[in-house]
């Protein structure tokens, strides 16, 4: 088995989706501290004058102590607008913009009150709209109590991995031989951002999941994939 474990992001890149198809399971760590100025509560989208941060504003006070799913959003400012109406305006002649704006509109239409929640509901809806069904569960509902690269090893062996598809950053905390003693084999994700068609001048890569979406419609998957390693390579390499 697969698996792939990832912080909420807000609007994910492509790679976190990529991660999410090669895998069996997919956890959604949220009960890790949150991290200031992370994709937890931001990210980016394409405009005629260059990349532009979406940022939605959180609750900080005592953020230290508290872990993604117990970070409030600070709705006494209007971020669900102004998100709403920069995500309108940059994209509404994209050629897919009909086809997913309506159903991405509903979610700045209702009052979210954990940064967590927005996150979960919303990779949802993405990862149907890709057409992935990779099973997904929150950390916060398994019962494992260890931090770090030991949080990351616990609930490998909690789900009986043999593959744990790490992000490429993992390379800087991950102990090879801990997970080596549990049977469990490392694998190191080093996404390429593929090129796609975008709106405006030259290609920006690794911007939100809507750029795509807005863009090149039902290829998007084929696109996430492009260029990077499949599940199918992933389980012959360790003979799965």
Known sequence: MVLSINQPAYLPWLGYFHRIYCSDLFVFLDNVQFEKNSFTNRNKIKTAQGSQWLTVPVRLKEHFE?????????????WQENHLKAIYLNYKKAPFFEEYFPAIERFYKREWRMISDLNYEMMNFFLEKLGIGTKVTKSSELGVKEKKDK??????????AKVYLSGILGKDYLKAKDFSQEGINLEFQNYNPPKYNQRYQEFLPNLGIIDLLFNEGPESLKIIMSGNITKEEIEKKYGL
């Not at 508290?66 to 209007?78: F, H, P, V, W």
């Open 151 to 160: 949080l990351v090893l616990e609930i490998s062996k909690s789900m009986k």
């Open 66 to 78: 508290k872990a993604i799913n117990e970070i409030e959003i600070d709705n006494s400012q209007s």
